[in-house]
């Protein structure tokens, strides 16, 4: 099993271009989330979702979107990127949520750079 | 802002000392997790407190939950130079989890 994979690992924007950051899982998790992490800031919940075509705002949504039209892959778009987005994206899944006393399982992160 | 606090920020012990981080949280939970991430990785999950439970071991960590306080306490004995890594706290509340903002610790060989 590869786990969580994200894709891609690198990628540098221009100001207002967009994109869309790739989250695939393989053990059939029903929840999936996405969370940046900036210096000092720890983890924020950006989107979730508890299932195949649900989806949920978390901490800070704002500037962001998600869509998950299948169960594997979570996507997270960015529709005009803002040097304020630049961060570290991580992609978590999660067989179900975690007041069930279910851990999450995380990918290796994607370093986004707006300039 | 929905994180609790970790305590302390960054943490620097010898190879064979002990090392305790605390958290507190904000709300009250179902149970409180801890994960460790080494540089430039993800996270990866290392125990789960229940919030009937009060103390928690698996091989070297000891965790403690005082949901009086909404406090918990990872302890890593016998540190070795391989657990230098950041060490969060993740609240659960309903279908998220909420970090803390995380302790840095280095052990010196």
């Known amino acids: 099993n590869a786990g969580v994979t994200q894709t891609p690992k690198f990628r540098v924007l221009k100001t207002g271009q967009s994109m869309t950051l790739l989250c695939a899982q393989d053990m059939n998790h029903e929840y999936m989330y996405w969370y940046r992490q900036d210096p000092g800031m720890g983890l924020r919940l950006i989107h979730y979702s508890v299932g195949e075509g649900t989806t949920a705002k978390g901490e800070v949504p704002d500037g962001y979107n998600v869509s998950r039209l299948k169960k594997q892959n979570f996507l997270l778009g960015l529709e005009s990127a803002a040097p304020s987005q630049t961060s570290v994206y991580f992609c978590?899944?999660?067989?179900?949520?975690?007041?069930?006393?279910?851990?999450?399982?995380f990918g290796p992160g994607t370093r986004l750079t707006v300039t | 802002s929905q994180q609790g606090e970790e305590d302390p920020q960054a943490l620097s012990i010898q190879e064979g000392e002990n090392a305790t981080m605390n958290c507190s949280y904000k709300?009250?939970?179902?149970?409180l997790q801890w994960y460790r991430q080494n540089s430039g990785r993800g996270l990866v999950h290392l125990i789960l407190i229940r919030s009937n439970e009060r103390e928690k071991h698996s091989g070297r960590l000891r965790v403690t939950l005082d949901t009086s306080k909404k406090s918990s306490s990872l302890l890593i004995t016998a540190s070795r130079a391989a657990d230098t890594a950041s060490y969060f706290c993740?609240?659960?509340?309903?279908?998220?989890?909420?970090f803390g903002q995380g302790t840095e610790l280095s052990v010196k060989p």
């Open positions: 978590a899944s999660s067989p179900d949520k975690p007041t069930n006393s279910y851990e999450q399982y």
């Open positions: 993740a609240a659960s509340q309903g279908g998220k989890l909420i």
């Open positions: 709300t009250s939970i179902n149970n």
